[in-house]
């Protein structure tokens, strides 16, 4: 059974920073380009970094460009998320997403069951 697990997320004030972790079983990410999502409070899913599958590139919104770093580390099995200069608007659920594709081109999709992080004073 394939499962992604989101881990890290908390209540932090605004400036600092945390890392989210988010660990497979079940399948090896070294396969699997990774994204990160968040959706806010009555907000839409929106994607924040993702990182292609040998690592070598990633992308960001513009609203965390500089602010936060997504990683891979194929020998845990795990993708990171790290989150400096954290803002209230910052504030939202943070989702794992895992694709590839099969040799006949099927969608492999995974999804974390998501952290929370909250941003306050």
């Known amino acids: 059974q394939v499962q992604l697990v989101e881990s890290g997320g908390g209540l932090v004030q605004p400036g600092r920073s945390l890392r989210l972790s988010c660990t497979a079983s079940?399948?090896?990410?070294?396969?699997?380009?990774v994204t990160w999502y968040r959706r806010g409070l009555g907000k839409e899913r929106d994607l924040v970094a993702a990182i292609t599958a040998d690592g070598t590139t990633t992308n960001y919104a513009d609203s965390v460009k500089g602010r936060f770093t997504i990683s891979k580390d194929n020998s845990k099995n795990t993708v990171y998320l790290q989150m400096s200069r954290l803002k209230s608007e910052d504030t939202a659920v943070y989702y794992c997403?895992?694709?590839?594709?099969?040799?006949?081109?099927?969608?492999?999709?995974?999804w974390g069951q998501g952290t929370q992080v909250t941003v306050s004073s």
């Open positions: 997403n895992a694709v590839d594709y099969t040799p006949g081109g099927d969608l492999l999709d995974y």
């Open positions: 079940g399948v090896t990410l070294v396969r699997y380009a």
